[in-house]
Nanobody, 121 residues
Framework: QVQLVESGGGLVQPGGSVTLSCAASGSLLRINVMGWYRQAPGKQRELVAT???????NYVDFVKGRFTISRDNAKNTMILQMNSLKPEDTAVYYC???????????????WGQGTQVTVSA
């Protein structure tokens, strides 16, 4: 079992910055990929960025150059640094972790409860 807790959301002006954190606990050794997703009002949840256990990152085009995903293994924390924020970035941001169990050959996905980011003047 993996537990994920997001923090750091809030209200920010356009052009501002917000740092989101995801604290992970439980069985962490089998986590292959972690990522950030977001869901805006009236829209489906969408991928923002991912990072593998080896530190390889991937970003969707609309956040490249503005957002940075990273991991702090010592603190079991995943971070999303968001700069140059736009009103369209307003959404609930969710932390995700995926694990693979080689014995049972089963994959599991875990989600946090989300943290609200509002970009508005």
């Amino acid at each position: 079992q993996v537990q994920l807790v997001e923090s750091g959301g809030g209200l920010v002006q356009p052009g501002g910055s917000v740092t989101l954190s995801c604290a992970a606990s439980g069985s962490l050794l089998r986590i292959n990929v972690m990522g950030w997703y977001r869901q805006a009002p009236g829209k489906q949840r969408e991928l923002v960025a991912t990072i593998t256990s080896g530190g390889i990152t991937n970003y969707v085009d609309f956040v490249k150059g503005r957002f940075t995903i990273s991991r702090d293994n010592a603190k079991n924390t995943m971070i999303l640094q968001m700069n140059s924020l736009k009103p369209e970035d307003t959404a609930v941001y969710y932390c995700n972790a995926r694990t693979f169990m080689p014995t049972s050959k089963r994959e599991y996905n875990y989600w946090g409860q989300g943290t609200q980011v509002t970009v508005s003047a």
